[in-house]
């Protein structure tokens, strides 16, 4: 694998027209300003590179040498460049081509100021929190994964419950039927875990959180633990199996008596910040909560 001195490595949703022209504006603006750019070779052929870009095949090492990881696209875009940023300890600038994008630190009219900051490496980065998770029948360890976002244990048939028992901290919390659970970083809880009535967790928090979806229960409430917290969902015998998603991306099926263990992640994702701006006016422009009226502290 050649690298120059300075190398980044661009992913792009290439089903998508609009990110087929933002990679295009991108990868242009890179290479006039001399950094190297790399792409993956599977994805070369539906977005228009000059030959000056390297292409390589997907591996575990495909980031190395790259000083920074730039993705467009969709949050589900953003998830699968946070696999390869996890894997390889390079940040990553994701630019939002979706709906909302909480992980995007830009937007698709910021393409020239992006390129301007990654050219002058006028950016700081931060490091998310993340989760392991390992699912256990018999007692024994059958499935080891991870999750930026959430790791959510759900029913598998639509026309059943999923009876389930929480613990944390190895002591037991409350038994019921429902849809499932999602345990979720604060980084996560504006994604599924907010979707299942979980609160709005700022990413500064650490935290791991324990939302129940559609609880059949008077307490089914979310939970907010310490970081050091370990996490517990048991599938109860008598019910149908279940399903565990990480981050909306990888899945593996639960047996009846399955227990899933989510604990603080060893490996954290590293994003790249190009705004000083806080939490709160990200999440006011993300959802577009009305402010109208606020006068602000006086001086």
């Not at 609009?18 to 001399?34: C, D, I, N, P, Y």
């Not at 599977?42 to 292409?55: I, M, Q, T």
């Not at 990654?118 to 931060?126: D, I």
């Not at 994003?271 to 422009?285: E, G, I, N, P």
Request: proline share 5%.
């Amino acid at each position: 694998m050649t690298t120059t001195a300075r190398t980044v490595f661009l992913l792009a949703h290439t089903g998508r027209p609009a990110a087929v022209r933002s990679a295009e504006l991108v990868v242009q603006g890179l290479l006039r300003s001399g950094l190297g750019v790399r792409v993956l070779g599977r994805e070369a052929a539906d977005l228009p590179l000059p030959s000056a870009v390297e292409l390589v095949d997907a591996s575990q090492d495909v980031l190395n040498g790259c000083e920074l990881l730039v993705v467009l696209g969709g949050d589900g875009t953003l998830l699968r460049g946070a696999e390869l940023a996890r894997a390889s300890g390079v940040p990553m600038l994701g630019v939002n081509l979706g709906r909302i994008g909480f992980l995007a630190e830009a937007e698709r009219d910021d393409l020239d100021k992006v390129v301007e900051r990654v050219v002058t490496r006028s950016y700081q980065v931060e490091e998310r929190m993340t989760i392991d998770v390992q699912v256990r029948t018999n007692g024994q360890i059958v499935h080891q994964d991870w999750a930026l976002n959430e790791a959510s244990v759900e029913k598998a048939a639509r026309e059943r419950l999923l009876e389930v028992v929480t613990e944390v901290d190895g002591r037991p919390v409350s038994r019921f039927g429902c849809d499932g659970v999602v345990c979720a970083t604060p980084t996560g809880s504006t994604a599924y875990a907010f979707s299942a009535g979980g609160p709005v967790v700022w990413p500064e928090v650490e935290a791991l959180l324990m939302v129940p979806i559609s609880a059949h229960a008077l307490f089914a409430k979310p939970l907010i633990t310490a970081p050091d917290s370990v996490l517990a969902v048991e599938v109860q015998p008598q019910t149908q199996h279940g399903v565990l998603w990480c981050d909306g991306r990888r899945t593996v099926e639960l047996p009846a008596g399955a227990r899933v263990e989510v604990r603080r992640g060893a490996v954290p994702v590293r994003l790249a910040r190009l705004h000083h701006a806080s939490f709160t006016d990200r999440l006011v422009a993300k959802f577009a909560l009305p402010v109208a009226g606020w006068r602000g502290a006086p001086h």
